[in-house]
């Protein structure tokens, strides 16, 4: 147990040095470090790891070379990953037969497994080191720093790698400073709102009382976002630091987690590195000799999305319904229990060791003038490189498509960029060249967000992505209030309408109008912003509405009750392939006699005929 600041700091140096020594070599050992992102995690991470093991102990290296499960590599449709130190040698879309060549080729014999290697789709390189690969080369590790180098069970690894020295920074401050720091920095939340960090914590500062509160927003819903969870399952002391010098800042001595059930890694890892931290002294009473004391607990969310508005997250916390509340007065006045409460996404408290450890300028030399620092997207969709990113602000959403996620998938053009998850908007190509930060993302008609990012290309329906949306924001709405639980309801049954081939261009003014009356007369974030996925392709994708309503026809051939599978009579080689494969039996001819025909009456347009067929014998109308 570390008692002062000052034995914490020299413990600090011996674990930073001891890490560097495992990754410059110094130690004559190697060390294989598999990705233990999710993605990688799903795809046999495990399974290479038990294969590594069994063939270590086969040609006695088990003193030669450890084993490392760490966090996200960030390239999720490369892995799994296998990384070996000190050569800082990248395998990618390793597979458990791959296993014995890595270990007797690379870590017997030291010779690199080429055919495992990432190849530049350019200029076709090879590439051996992670960081030249040109998905990381317009990145900045801000919020995942550590993630993909520390094993984020083992908190001496996180120490050595910057852990607590943003804390002792913050304990040679005044709380006042603190807070001023950060306001200074340009720290804006990164949960979506985007109000300044600093001036949240001074509004909860100012407030007269004995009990405050710091909790952790760690509910992230939003389809396709794992942004939080990569942190909170790979780092999870930055975010406990974090909230700790928030809570230093404010006056606050308990903190609480609010993370979703449906992440029990994270849970798991937040909790083991809050019991580790107590038994070090970094948390608790007295930390460190300063006077200073902070107690972290873990609170479970049941999955419901409103409960990522502030207020209604406060509700779940102390047991009541997950339901917003009328604002003012906001949490920093009155909050948890009616104490003043500061509510910071996870991102945001991972990003404030990194303001007090290497000072505001090494912060502020990244960003807009408007928004400073970096963002972490999931980039997602039909984007090559699909994966989780950490940008400076002010990258253009060009340069995240197509530098940074390598462009369309097959060659296909591009159509639009969902950002800000189910209540963001779609941007166009006109907006590729616009720079990513707050406030552009709301001028150019969406949202930063927390951070969802997916691509469509040519082969999306704009009008059935804003029925997905608007389906997905229908069943999360609270219910309390009326505008956004009568009106997505409506938005959802004329979307549902026109998809069918039964809207009227009466549907498409109706909604327009239920979209401003939501938007300007719901209760919290979620109503206010469901209509943004239908105003925004209304705006951009006007023509597809009206293919839909006045030529009952899909244009992206993607919405089932306005298209057909049909079979070219002069195609068809009469094989019966595609009936036998049939699910519903709607395909009826004679094997080499007759062509095949389709019963429209009985398709259940599931696509198993077209993707069958070996002679290109079916298409869609």
Same mark, same amino acid.
């Given at each position: 147990?570390?008692?002062?600041?000052?034995?914490?700091?020299?413990?600090?140096?011996?674990?930073?040095?001891?890490?560097?020594?495992?990754?410059?070599?110094?130690? !004559?050992?190697?060390?294989?470090?598999?990705?233990?992102?999710?993605?990688?995690?799903?795809?046999?991470?495990? !399974?290479?790891?038990?294969?590594?093991?069994?063939?270590?102990?086969?040609?006695?290296?088990?003193?030669?070379?450890?084993?490392?499960?760490?966090?996200?590599?960030?390239?999720?449709?490369?892995?799994?990953?296998?990384?070996?130190?000190?050569?800082?040698?990248?395998?990618?879309?390793?597979?458990?037969?791959?296993?014995?060549?890595?270990?007797?080729?690379?870590?017997?014999?030291?010779?690199?497994?080429?055919?495992?290697?990432?190849?530049?789709?350019?200029?076709?390189?090879?590439?051996?080191?992670?960081?030249?690969?040109?998905?990381?080369?317009?990145?900045?590790?801000?919020?995942?720093?550590?993630?993909?180098?520390?094993?984020?069970?083992?908190?001496?690894?996180?120490?050595?790698?910057?852990?607590?020295?943003?804390?002792?920074?913050?304990?040679?401050?005044?709380?006042?400073?603190?807070?001023?720091?950060?306001?200074?920095?340009?720290?804006?939340?990164?949960?979506?709102?985007?109000?300044?960090?600093?001036?949240?914590?001074?509004?909860?500062?100012?407030?007269?009382?004995?009990?405050?509160?710091?909790?952790?927003?760690?509910?992230?819903?939003?389809?396709?976002?794992? @942004?939080?969870?990569?942190?909170?399952?790979?780092?999870?002391?930055?975010?406990?630091?974090?909230?700790?010098?928030?809570?230093? +800042?404010?006056?606050?001595?308990?903190?609480?987690?609010?993370?979703?059930?449906?992440?029990?890694?994270?849970?798991?890892?937040?909790?083991?590195?809050?019991?580790?931290?107590?038994?070090?002294?970094?948390?608790?009473?007295?930390?460190?000799?300063?006077?200073?004391?902070?107690?972290?607990?873990?609170?479970?969310?049941?999955?419901?999305?409103?409960?990522?508005?502030?207020?209604?997250?406060?509700?779940?916390?102390?047991?009541?319904?997950?339901?917003?509340?009328?604002?003012?007065?906001?949490?920093?006045?009155?909050?948890?229990?009616?104490?003043?409460?500061?509510?910071?996404?996870?991102?945001?408290?991972?990003?404030?060791?990194?303001?007090?450890?290497?000072?505001?300028? $090494?912060?502020?030399?990244?960003?807009?003038?408007?928004?400073?620092?970096?963002?972490?997207?999931?980039?997602?969709?039909?984007?090559?490189?699909?994966?989780?990113?950490?940008?400076?602000?002010?990258?253009?959403?060009?340069?995240?498509?197509?530098?940074?996620?390598?462009?369309?998938?097959?060659?296909?053009?591009?159509?639009?960029?969902?950002?800000?998850?189910?209540?963001?908007?779609?941007?166009?190509?006109?907006?590729?060249?616009?720079?990513?930060?707050?406030?552009?993302?709301?001028? $150019?008609?969406?949202?930063?967000?927390?951070?969802? +990012?997916?691509?469509?290309?040519?082969? !999306?329906?704009?009008?059935?992505? +804003?029925?997905?949306?608007?389906?997905?924001?229908?069943?999360?709405?609270?219910?309390?209030?009326?505008?956004?639980?009568?009106?997505?309801?409506?938005?959802?049954?004329?979307?549902?309408?026109?998809?069918?081939?039964?809207?009227?261009?009466?549907?498409?003014?109706?909604?327009?109008?239920?979209?401003?009356?939501?938007?300007?007369?719901?209760?919290?974030?979620?109503?206010?912003?469901?209509?943004?996925?239908?105003?925004?392709?209304?705006?951009?994708?006007?023509?597809?509405?009206?293919?839909?309503?006045?030529?009952?026809?899909?244009?992206?051939?993607?919405?089932?009750?306005?298209?057909?599978?049909?079979?070219?009579? +002069?195609?068809?080689? @009469?094989?019966?392939?595609?009936?036998?494969?049939?699910?519903?039996?709607?395909?009826?001819?004679?094997?080499?006699?007759?062509?095949?025909?389709?019963?429209?009456?009985?398709?259940?347009?599931?696509?198993?005929?077209?993707?069958?067929?070996?002679?290109?014998?079916?298409?869609?109308?």
């Amino acid at each position: 147990m570390y008692k002062t600041c000052e034995e914490l700091s020299r413990a600090i140096g011996h674990f930073t040095e001891k890490l560097q020594t495992k990754f410059n070599g110094r130690d !004559n050992k190697r060390y294989v470090m598999l990705c233990g992102g999710t993605g990688c995690m799903a795809a046999g991470t495990m !399974n290479l790891k038990e294969k590594l093991e069994q063939l270590i102990e086969t040609y006695e290296l088990r003193n030669e070379v450890e084993i490392r499960v760490v966090g996200c590599f960030g390239l999720c449709s490369q892995g799994p990953f296998v990384r070996i130190f000190p050569e800082n040698t990248l395998y990618r879309l390793v597979k458990p037969e791959d296993i014995q060549e890595i270990v007797f080729q690379d870590l017997k014999s030291h010779k690199i497994v080429e055919r495992l290697l990432y190849v530049d789709p350019e200029t076709n390189e090879k590439i051996t080191k992670m960081e030249d690969i040109p998905f990381y080369r317009k990145q900045k590790r801000i919020a995942l720093h550590g993630c993909g180098v520390i094993d984020p069970n083992k908190i001496e690894e996180a120490l050595g790698c910057g852990g607590y020295q943003g804390f002792l920074k913050a304990m040679t401050m005044t709380p006042a400073e603190v807070a001023q720091m950060i306001l200074d920095s340009g720290l804006r939340g990164r949960g979506g709102g985007g109000f300044p960090t600093g001036k949240k914590w001074q509004f909860a500062a100012a407030a007269k009382s004995d009990t405050k509160y710091v909790v952790c927003n760690g509910d992230e819903g939003d389809p396709g976002a794992f @942004m939080d969870r990569s942190i909170l399952e790979d780092n999870p002391l930055a975010v406990i630091e974090g909230m700790a010098i928030a809570g230093y +800042a404010i006056g606050a001595s308990e903190g609480y987690f609010y993370i979703r059930a449906e992440y029990p890694r994270a849970v798991e890892h937040i909790n083991a590195t809050i019991k580790r931290a107590e038994e070090l002294g970094l948390l608790g009473d007295n930390i460190l000799g300063t006077g200073f004391s902070f107690h972290a607990h873990v609170r479970l969310g049941a999955g419901a999305f409103v409960c990522g508005e502030e207020t209604a997250l406060l509700n779940s916390i102390m047991g009541g319904r997950g339901r917003p509340r009328p604002r003012p007065p906001f949490p920093a006045v009155k909050g948890l229990w009616d104490q003043p409460t500061i509510v910071n996404n996870v991102e945001t408290l991972a990003t404030v060791p990194y303001i007090l450890r290497e000072g505001l300028d $090494a912060f502020t030399c990244y960003g807009t003038e408007r928004s400073k620092g970096t963002k972490v997207f999931c980039l997602g969709g039909k984007v090559n490189n699909v994966g989780l990113v950490e940008i400076p602000m002010g990258v253009t959403l060009r340069e995240l498509i197509y530098d940074i996620g390598g462009g369309i998938q097959n060659g296909k053009e591009f159509k639009a960029i969902q950002t800000g998850g189910p209540s963001g908007g779609c941007l166009t190509k006109d907006f590729l060249d616009t720079p990513i930060d707050f406030d552009n993302m709301v001028e $150019a008609g969406s949202m930063m967000g927390s951070g969802g +990012a997916i691509v469509m290309d040519e082969d !999306n329906c704009m009008v059935n992505v +804003a029925q997905f949306y608007m389906g997905f924001i229908c069943d999360e709405s609270c219910g309390k209030c009326s505008p956004c639980r009568i009106g997505t309801k409506r938005m959802l049954e004329i979307l549902n309408r026109i998809t069918s081939g039964r809207g009227s261009m009466k549907d498409f003014e109706e909604l327009e109008e239920l979209g401003e009356t939501v938007r300007n007369n719901s209760l919290c974030a979620l109503g206010q912003t469901s209509a943004n996925p239908i105003q925004s392709t209304i705006k951009h994708f006007k023509d597809e509405y009206i293919a839909h309503i006045v030529d009952k026809k899909c244009p992206a051939h993607v919405c089932k009750d306005m298209i057909q599978y049909i079979i070219d009579p +002069a195609r068809c080689k @009469m094989c019966s392939l595609c009936s036998r494969k049939c699910p519903v039996e709607a395909i009826h001819g004679h094997p080499g006699k007759t062509p095949f025909e389709i019963d429209q009456s009985m398709c259940v347009k599931c696509g198993m005929c077209i993707s069958t067929c070996k002679f290109d014998a079916i298409h869609i109308e």
